[in-house]
């Protein structure tokens, strides 16, 4: 277990008592993320690129480094295939809009029906004004992939494969890479949305063998408003930007345009510059950690309160009933119950929880739960075995409302 760790969260200082199971959501912030945040804009303010002036090289020094970071943890090859975008959902469109000129009718894109709406709606819409075809993956009643099922989805025909490292809903860590290998075989690109990923385990884009990553600060400990996209150089660079306008150009002209070099081709206008000094902090508290120690402390949460969960039969809980290959979340409801009113009480508790459809009404249908409504905790470093007692105890008492 990480120990220690809450002390760094001022949100717990202002509210004693917070046990915040929220973190698929959004992570809470150390001190060292907000202070940096402070830090840039009392100290560096100033927009990058543009000025020559120390101030405006300082800030784009300050924004480079934060690139530098990025490809440091994911092991990506060079700061050329960091993006820097508004959030992972932008990252994914991205992606979508750029890799779309080249889709044509007769063409599949294939997804799994676990994804999070980011990853499933920009991928529907684009089947539909190309006349492509848009395949999905099974999974499990527990939620994981259906290998199998896969390999038939995925054919000569696949121009594209786009799923989740980590699922929002169950946890699931997949098997990205052996989905990876089989579109590779067909030559088709691989876009993972890593957004539970790259906070709670460690992720090396160049093992993965993935085409493009996209992933949000803020649910690692960094800032809202900004998002990384990692894409392979080459096809980053074969590819159209995506916006147009500042800063992505290299010359202007009234009829044609030129376009900047990578990764600047995709980051029109001004960048999120203070967030990227917070999203440095972000990774060096990561760092500071270790992304192992991150997972195992994740294991021991689910080791702990798995089995707690599964001994609740006033409880249904979706996803695997087995503590492997997952990170901590638990999504459930309380028999006869509305999952509203179970995070209301839940809230009374002081515990703050998830209730809704998690944006993944395909993969909550596909679980059974039929009103796509469900309670979701999860779990991050700063949460203890006191916090899962937390969660167990008002689950316990909240058996007398249950039908
Ligand atoms: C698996 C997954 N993908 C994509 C997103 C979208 O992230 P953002 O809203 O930061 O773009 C989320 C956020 O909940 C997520 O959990």
Same mark, same amino acid.
């Given at each position: 277990?990480?120990?220690?760790?809450?002390?760094?969260?001022?949100?717990?200082?202002?509210?004693?008592?917070?046990?915040?199971?929220?973190?698929?959501?959004?992570?809470?912030?150390?001190?060292?993320?907000?202070?940096? /945040?402070?830090?840039?804009?009392?100290?560096?303010?100033?927009?990058?690129?543009?000025?020559?002036?120390? @101030?405006?090289?300082?800030?784009?020094?300050?924004?480079?480094?934060?690139?530098?970071?990025?490809?440091?943890? /994911?092991? %990506?090859?060079?700061?050329?295939?960091?993006?820097?975008?508004?959030?992972?959902?932008?990252?994914? !469109?991205?992606?979508?809009?750029?890799?779309?000129?080249?889709?044509? =009718?007769?063409?599949?894109?294939?997804?799994?029906?676990?994804?999070?709406? %980011?990853?499933?709606?920009?991928?529907?819409?684009?089947?539909?004004?190309?006349?492509?075809?848009?395949?999905? /993956?099974?999974?499990?009643?527990?939620?994981?992939?259906?290998?199998?099922? *896969?390999?038939?989805?995925?054919?000569?025909?696949?121009?594209?494969?786009?799923? !989740? $490292?980590?699922?929002?809903?169950?946890?699931?860590?997949?098997?990205?890479?052996?989905?990876?290998?089989?579109?590779?075989?067909?030559?088709?690109?691989?876009?993972?949305?890593?957004?539970?990923?790259?906070?709670?385990?460690?992720?090396?884009?160049?093992?993965?063998?993935?085409?493009?990553?996209?992933?949000?600060?803020?649910?690692?400990?960094?800032?809202?408003?900004?998002?990384?996209?990692?894409?392979?150089?080459?096809?980053?660079?074969?590819?159209?930007?995506?916006?147009?306008?500042?800063?992505?150009?290299?010359?202007?002209? #009234?009829?044609?345009?030129?376009? !900047?070099? #990578?990764?600047?081709?995709?980051?029109?206008?001004?960048?999120?510059?203070?967030? *990227?000094?917070?999203?440095?902090?972000?990774?060096?508290? @990561?760092?500071?950690?270790?992304?192992?120690?991150?997972? =195992? $402390? =994740?294991?021991?949460?689910?080791?702990?309160?798995?089995?707690?969960?599964?001994?609740?039969?006033?409880?249904?809980?979706?996803?695997?009933?087995?503590?492997?290959?997952?990170?901590?979340?638990?999504?459930?409801?309380?028999?006869?119950?509305? %999952?509203?009113?179970?995070?209301?009480?839940?809230?009374?508790?002081?515990?703050?929880?998830?209730?809704?459809?998690?944006?993944?009404?395909? #993969?909550?249908?596909?679980?059974? *739960?039929?009103?796509?409504?469900?309670?979701?905790?999860?779990?991050?470093?700063? !949460?203890?075995?006191?916090?899962?007692?937390?969660?167990?105890?008002? #689950?316990?008492?909240?058996?007398?409302?249950?039908?």
């Amino acid at each position: 277990m990480l120990n220690g760790v809450k002390k760094d969260f001022p949100v717990f200082e202002h509210n004693p008592g917070l046990v915040y199971l929220d973190s698929g959501a959004t992570s809470q912030k150390p001190r060292q993320v907000i202070e940096a /945040i402070k830090d840039y804009y009392e100290r560096h303010n100033a927009n990058i690129h543009r000025g020559i002036y120390s @101030l405006a090289a300082r800030s784009t020094r300050l924004y480079n480094e934060s690139k530098e970071k990025v490809r440091r943890f /994911i092991n %990506a090859r060079s700061t050329k295939e960091i993006v820097f975008t508004k959030n992972a959902t932008e990252g994914l !469109n991205l992606v979508m809009y750029s890799l779309g000129r080249g889709i044509g =009718e007769g063409d599949e894109i294939v997804i799994t029906i676990s994804e999070h709406h %980011a990853n499933l709606v920009p991928w529907q819409q684009l089947a539909k004004w190309k006349g492509a075809t848009l395949k999905v /993956i099974d999974v499990d009643d527990e939620g994981h992939l259906d290998l199998k099922d *896969a390999k038939e989805k995925i054919t000569p025909r696949t121009r594209i494969v786009a799923l !989740n $490292h980590v699922s929002n809903v169950t946890g699931v860590i997949h098997p990205v890479e052996e989905v990876i290998g089989m579109a590779k075989k067909v030559g088709a690109i691989t876009v993972v949305d890593a957004c539970q990923s790259v906070p709670h385990i460690p992720v090396d884009v160049q093992a993965m063998g993935a085409d493009f990553i996209a992933f949000s600060s803020h649910k690692m400990l960094g800032p809202t408003g900004i998002g990384v996209l990692w894409g392979r150089e080459e096809l980053l660079g074969e590819m159209e930007p995506f916006l147009f306008g500042g800063d992505m150009i290299e010359t202007v002209n #009234l009829d044609e345009s030129t376009w !900047n070099d #990578l990764p600047m081709k995709f980051e029109a206008g001004t960048p999120p510059i203070a967030q *990227a000094a917070g999203l440095s902090a972000a990774i060096d508290y @990561l760092d500071s950690l270790g992304m192992e120690r991150v997972y =195992e $402390h =994740e294991k021991t949460i689910v080791e702990y309160t798995l089995d707690k969960l599964l001994s609740m039969d006033h409880l249904t809980l979706y996803g695997p009933h087995t503590p492997q290959d997952r990170i901590a979340i638990f999504t459930f409801n309380v028999k006869g119950l509305h %999952a509203h009113d179970v995070a209301q009480f839940l809230d009374y508790k002081g515990i703050a929880t998830r209730s809704g459809h998690h944006c993944a009404q395909p #993969l909550l249908r596909r679980l059974g *739960a039929k009103d796509t409504s469900t309670v979701r905790a999860s779990l991050y470093i700063y !949460n203890d075995l006191s916090d899962a007692d937390a969660l167990i105890e008002a #689950l316990k008492e909240v058996r007398k409302y249950a039908g």
